[in-house]
């Protein structure tokens, strides 16, 4: 599986912005999905992630009605809306696939493969 993350920019405050992760391959469908970022100076930390039908989705709780994940699976894309924007959103944000189990986790060591990362700056 490989993993294209993009849709990342530069935005105000309040703002949003929807990150897309594109995946080939034909295990990608199957696989369960998750969103990570990481800020200068700070551990990489789980945003949201979702499972292979997209079905079951789990959100950091700090992030819960702000960002929103989901999946089609038609295009192997899982997409993820960010809404509300603050400046501590600021980080560079990568998706992640797993073949280990098709339900979300937020432990990053489930996950095998990485996308590159789309950065994500707020402005306050």
């Known amino acids: 599986v490989q993993l294209q993350a993009s849709g990342g920019g530069l935005v105000q405050a309040g703002g949003s912005l929807r990150l897309s992760c594109a995946g080939s391959g034909r295990t990608f469908s199957s696989a369960a999905v998750g969103w990570f970022r990481q800020a200068p100076g700070n551990e990489r930390e789980f945003v949201a992630g979702?499972?292979?039908?997209?079905?079951?989705?789990l959100s950091a709780d700090s992030l819960r009605g702000r960002f929103t994940i989901s999946r089609d699976n038609a295009k192997n894309t899982v997409y993820l809306q960010m809404d509300s924007l603050k400046a501590e959103d600021t980080g560079v944000y990568y998706c992640?696939?797993?073949?280990?189990?098709?339900?979300?986790?937020?432990?990053?060591?489930?996950?095998?493969?990485w996308g590159q990362g789309t950065q994500v700056t707020v402005s306050s």
């Open positions: 979702i499972s292979w039908s997209g079905a079951g989705t």
């Open positions: 992640a696939a797993t073949s280990k189990q098709r339900w979300a986790d937020q432990n990053a060591a489930v996950y095998d493969y």
